[in-house]
């Protein structure tokens, strides 16, 4: 009995030890399984980092960066007249100084603000002067995209220039001296800039097909004009580029940067900053409407023709972050706004401090009302 019984005690002693073995090895595939998975996730991560990089190198490489410290000043050019007197303008710049000296730079790194800047010039012998400049801001906090155009004949006061319209900072130092010049009249950081000539911006246009925008008959008269100028320096016919009338138009490059030059028509230059704004979200949600094939066309004939500062990683980010970006609420403005400015001679003078608080209240989200 006992021998059967201790016989027993071991069969039962080996089953427990085979369980605990089978466990074992059980835990052991599981882990083993799990390891594989984790080194599969590993490799497809390393795998689409390398691609994006080498994606994103390819790219970069194409577009048309420049260092700020490779653009210089150059002070032998002719730019608008402000018409004003010495003496005049010198008693407007102590009166700007005061207005704006208590004000400081916001301070928010969920707020990206870059500065998209059209220029009117007909050579690469200059810089040429900005008769675009529209401050896109995108607001993480807000959920908000700001679109706000800045007139050419603002006041500005140029460093190592003097005061001049705004549009003059462009002529004198590029992209470079344009942002340095609205930081410190306008109090707002701009951490970007992207700068285009009526070329690029014609090529733009049709590279993601053409915009559809309502245009008056007196516009098209207009625009006509502009066409047949822009078309005499590419040497191609303006005859297949003209509006026919007006009404609900799909407009090709040509067009589309013609009815954003309308200047006289309206409003003079406050519509056309309008126009302008209208133009750039028709970009913006076409854009969105394009296939992969459609947007690496774009991108790869685009990059070419916009001179920008934007560093590698910051473009990169931007790049991950566009769909949720184009998803965002989209808020126009312009300055001077309006009830907060005063012509002198031939330059429009902002009530700086107010224009200062309702600029950085608006951008930033610290806005009354908001």
């Not at 309206?266 to 309008?274: I, K, P, V």
Request: glycine share 8%; proline share 2%; hydrophobic share 35%.
């Amino acid at each position: 009995m006992r021998k059967d019984y201790e016989e027993e005690e071991m069969t039962q002693s080996r089953r427990k030890s085979s369980k605990r073995t089978g466990a074992a090895v059980e835990r052991k595939k599981r882990r083993g399984s799990w390891t594989n998975v984790l080194t599969i996730i590993l490799m497809v991560i390393f795998i689409l980092l390398v691609g994006v990089y080498a994606v994103l190198n390819h790219y970069y490489g194409k577009s048309n960066f420049v260092k700020d410290s490779e653009i210089s000043i150059n002070q032998n050019i002719e730019t608008e007249s402000t018409g004003l007197s010495d003496d005049e303008l010198q008693s407007l710049q102590a009166e700007a100084y005061e207005s704006t000296k208590d004000f400081s730079l916001p301070n928010n790194s969920n707020v990206y603000n870059i500065l998209l800047i059209g220029v009117d010039r007909r050579d690469k012998t200059w810089y040429g002067n900005s008769d675009s400049m529209i401050l896109v801001s995108i607001n993480k906090d807000t959920g908000k995209l700001i679109m706000t155009s800045f007139m050419r004949d603002l006041y500005a006061m140029i460093p190592d220039v003097g005061v001049k319209k705004l549009n003059a900072a462009c002529a004198y130092g590029g992209g470079p001296l344009l942002v340095r010049t609205i930081e410190d009249n306008y109090k707002i950081p701009i951490d970007n800039y992207a700068s285009v000539d009526f070329d690029a911006m014609i090529d733009i246009v049709d590279l993601v097909g053409g915009v559809d925008i309502e245009i008056s008959a007196e516009e098209a008269r207009v625009a006509n004009g502009y066409i047949d100028e822009m078309c005499g320096l590419r040497n191609v016919s303006s005859s297949g580029h003209h509006f026919s009338g007006s009404g609900m138009c799909h407009m090709d490059g040509y067009q589309a940067v013609a009815y954003a030059r309308i200047r006289y028509v309206g409003n003079a230059d406050y519509q056309r900053t309008e126009r302008q704004r209208i133009v750039l979200g028709k970009i913006l949600e076409k854009a969105t409407t394009l296939s992969v094939g459609e947007l690496n066309t774009m991108v790869e004939n685009i990059l070419p023709k916009v001179t920008h500062n934007i560093d590698q990683s910051t473009l990169l980010t931007l790049i991950g972050e566009l769909p949720t970006i184009l998803s965002y609420e989209r808020v126009t403005s312009r300055v001077p706004y309006d009830g907060m400015f005063t012509t002198k001679g031939e330059m429009l003078v902002p009530d700086f401090a107010a224009t200062i608080e309702k600029l950085q209240g608006d951008i930033y989200g610290t806005a009354k009302g908001q």
